[in-house]
């Protein structure tokens, strides 16, 4: 796929994919207007698991900018720790 929109919109109709492999760059659309990139995909993918509840699947990072791909992977750290503090937590349920 192509396009971070054709990206969330797999993940809402089709669900956790098995794996990701990201590229920063997406390009220009039909405008000449510059895609969101391979780090807004990581942002959408880490909230789907969120509001879902699913572990985060595995990820890869074909990036040639590496500026993009440590944006990207810092995110998916992230939101790993961010995981990991909430499996931790208490359940506080009745």
């Known amino acids: 796929m192509r396009t971070v929109e054709q990206f969330e919109q797999l993940l809402k109709t089709k669900g956790r994919p098995d794996y990701v492999s ?35 699947p595995r990820c890869y990072i074909h990036s040639k900018n590496t500026q993009g791909s440590e944006s990207i992977m810092s995110h998916l750290h992230s939101f790993i720790r961010f995981q990991k503090e909430l499996s931790h937590l208490p359940d506080n349920s009745p």
């Open 22 to 56: 990201f590229d920063n760059d997406l390009g220009k659309d039909e405008n000449g207007k510059l895609r969101r990139e391979g780090h807004h995909a990581a942002k959408i993918l880490c909230d789907m698991c969120l509001d879902n509840n699913w572990v985060l």
